[in-house]
């Protein structure tokens, strides 16, 4: 493969996941190392081990792949060392930025580096934007109610593509009629409280979040697919942990802040990120998936697609509010 340097903007992470799919197939017998610098304790640490996996070619692959999913904090250093040895490929999935060394380097050495930006949505485009994205996650939208869409959500690919999504399972096709009933925006700290409750398991607390979820029209189902994803990737690595090991991942956890201060609860203790949205998760498992069977993840991951088609069909906003509830006893441990 030639092209050693992948700038991919993070505008658009549909488009995103299409090109690192294509880049899946090409580097097949490459080693693929997901590299997050926000895991670890210092810049300077960060900037050693990714210097170990940047020089080195692979011990059985043909070569290695380096995907971030930002742009490193030591870009000037990085952006003296292009292009990646022979054999070797980084990618990084961040927004444009001309100031930034690395992707002015990818613009002017078209020879070994590709850049795919994302043009951003103007009026006059957006609404013809949102039908054929509807298509692309396949479903489709009247044209009234794209402009409805863009006039309600913004501009914003990552966004409209989210409600699309979303919206499928309440209409499809999606009709005006959708687009005037669900709300959107908001909710994010509804879901983080969501998915802690999936992971314990509290389970009047999960149902409970979930309901409300669905009142305000935030379907959880790609959030719940999302934390069933890192599961997935939590079993092959070896997720089934010892107890110390689990102990540390447990700690992972991360204090959150508001406007510069740490957030309390009612009880005054300290609001932290569950820990399976800390980068490092995506190789670990929540601490009940010690006590899974071999391929519970895996197994919940595809009967989760199932559901998504089911509920894409399904009569009515009750109905499919019925099927989630039945899905998420399932993952917490019921019959």
């Not at 499809?172 to 908001?186: D, K, L, R, T, Y």
């Not at 992971?199 to 979820?213: S, V």
């Amino acid at each position: 493969m030639k092209t050693r340097l992948v700038w991919l903007d993070s505008g658009d992470l549909f488009e995103v996941d299409d090109v690192l799919g294509k880049i899946r197939d090409k580097c097949q017998e490459h080693d693929w190392i997901r590299f997050e610098e926000s895991s670890y304790e210092s810049s300077d640490k960060a900037k050693a081990d990714f210097q170990r996996y940047f020089g080195a070619g692979s011990l059985f692959g043909e070569g290695r792949v380096i995907c971030m999913r930002e742009a490193p904090s030591f870009s000037k250093w990085l952006s003296e060392m292009l292009p990646p040895p022979e054999g070797n490929v980084l990618v990084i999935v961040a927004p444009a930025d001309k100031k930034n060394p690395i992707y002015e380097a990818a613009k002017k050495n078209k020879a070994w580096a590709v850049v795919k930006d994302s043009e951003p949505l103007t009026r006059g485009n957006s609404s013809d934007w949102v039908v054929k994205r509807a298509g692309q996650v396949g479903t489709s939208i009247e044209d009234v109610a794209a402009s409805m869409l863009v006039d309600k959500v913004g501009m914003d690919k990552n966004h409209l593509t989210m409600e699309l999504r979303k919206l499928a399972i309440v209409s499809n096709p999606i009709m005006a009629w959708a687009i005037e009933q669900v709300s959107f925006g908001g909710g994010e700290g509804d879901i983080r409280d969501f998915l802690n409750a999936l992971a314990k398991p509290d389970k009047p607390t999960a149902h409970e979040i979930m309901d409300r979820l669905i009142a305000k029209g935030d379907w959880p189902m790609g959030a719940i697919c999302d934390w069933l994803r890192k599961m997935c990737v939590a079993e092959s690595c070896g997720g089934n942990f010892d107890d110390e090991t689990r102990e540390k991942v447990a700690a992972m956890r991360k204090p959150v802040k508001e406007d510069g201060k740490l957030k309390l609860d009612k009880d005054g203790e300290i609001v932290t990120t569950p820990f399976f949205a800390n980068p490092r998760a995506l190789y670990y498992s929540c601490k009940e998936i010690k006590s899974k069977p071999p391929g519970w993840a895996y197994a919940l991951m595809g009967e989760s697609r199932d559901l998504q088609l089911k509920l894409r069909t399904a009569k009515s906003p009750m109905a499919s509010s019925t099927m989630l509830h039945v899905f998420i006893e399932k993952i917490m441990g019921g019959d």
